[in-house]
């Protein structure tokens, strides 16, 4: 008679503990070398902004300039005073506000029109296109405080060449106006603008149109496609990365220029130039309230964060679809 023995139970594994990972020779180098610049970053931008944001909610004029600290806290007395339309202070905030934004749409408009069209003009190879490469990127390449002063005097009404070349050899104007004071100050500026960004947006645009393939131009020739058609279906779709970025980096460069107005007309700038980041500094330093300067450059940093938000957001809704 066979015997039937049951199988034996399964013996319980153990396994044994992972050993712990060791960090690798070396693993505080990546840390080492980023340290510094997140340091500078902090003492130059982050610090003082913050600061600022401090010096908002405080009534820090020139009584208390010495010892910046003890300024009493006044909470949202400078926003109200800065939003306040009905004052002195809040309308000049807001006409200046306005001065900008149609400032730095035109500036922004015509310098992206001026680059690509230069840009798609070079496109092909040419004798000559290095030298015209060249050329349009000087005003570019030239330091910003002498190029504007070289503009301050080609400007200037009696001894200006712009004047003399508009009157004396072309004829196009009767008398000698002022570039600098009145309503054609607002017409300097932007010129001088447009001068010194277009090249780089002409640069940008350049190094985007270098991704392009020349097939798909040559195959949409042979299609009958003329050159409005393939600069409207291949440039710009091809290009559409570039100038989300492009478009955006020159709104915020414009928006905040400082170095164009007060070079170009000094510290009394006349209405028509009143760019806002020139405004807020005279009314930080030609006023002494720094406190409603510093609430000043906050609704500022609070106007551009939202239009940035909102821009990248629209951008890539429509390349999600897309």
């Given at each position: ?198 090249p780089f947006a002409f640069l940008m645009l350049t190094a985007g149109l270098q991704s392009v393939p020349d097939d798909i131009y040559e195959a949409a020739a042979m299609d009958g496609a003329h050159a409005f058609r393939s600069w409207w279906s291949i440039t710009l779709p091809m290009l559409r ?15 905040n220029d400082f170095n164009t107005p007060y070079v170009l007309f000094g510290t009394s700038q006349p209405p028509a130039g009143d760019l806002i980041s020139f405004h807020i500094y005279n009314a930080s330093f030609l006023t002494w309230n720094f406190g409603a300067g510093a609430a000043m450059s ?25």
């Amino acid at each position: 008679m066979a015997t039937t023995t049951s199988p034996a139970p399964p013996r319980p594994t153990t396994r044994s503990p992972e050993p712990r990972r060791r960090r690798r020779a070396g693993w505080w180098l990546p840390f080492a070398l980023v340290a510094p610049a997140v340091l500078l970053e902090l003492l130059i931008h982050l610090v003082p902004m913050l600061t600022g944001i401090w010096v908002s909610f405080t009534q820090l004029t020139r009584f208390f300039i010495r010892n910046w600290t003890e300024a009493p806290f006044v909470g949202l007395r400078n926003y109200q005073v800065a939003l306040d339309f009905d004052g002195a202070v809040g309308r000049g905030l807001l006409s200046s506000f306005l001065i900008t934004c149609a400032y730095t749409v035109i500036v922004v408009g015509v310098s992206w029109a001026l680059g690509m069209a230069a840009a798609v003009a070079l496109q092909r190879r040419f004798r000559g296109r290095a030298f015209f490469r060249t050329l349009f990127l000087v005003p570019y390449a030239l330091p910003v405080y002498a190029g504007i002063v070289t503009w301050n005097f080609m400007l200037q009404r009696d001894t200006g060449v712009i004047n003399h070349l508009l009157v004396e050899d072309l004829g196009v104007l009767d008398e000698r106006p002022f570039w600098l004071i009145g309503g054609r100050a607002f017409v300097s500026i932007l010129v001088v603008a447009v001068w010194r960004l277009w090249p780089f947006a002409f640069l940008m645009l350049t190094a985007g149109l270098q991704s392009v393939p020349d097939d798909i131009y040559e195959a949409a020739a042979m299609d009958g496609a003329h050159a409005f058609r393939s600069w409207w279906s291949i440039t710009l779709p091809m290009l559409r990365p570039v100038n989300t970025v492009l478009v955006l980096v020159m709104f915020l460069w414009v928006f905040n220029d400082f170095n164009t107005p007060y070079v170009l007309f000094g510290t009394s700038q006349p209405p028509a130039g009143d760019l806002i980041s020139f405004h807020i500094y005279n009314a930080s330093f030609l006023t002494w309230n720094f406190g409603a300067g510093a609430a000043m450059s906050v609704l500022l940093l609070l106007f551009l964060l939202l239009v940035t938000g909102v821009y990248l957001l629209l951008v890539n809704r429509r390349s999600r679809r897309a």
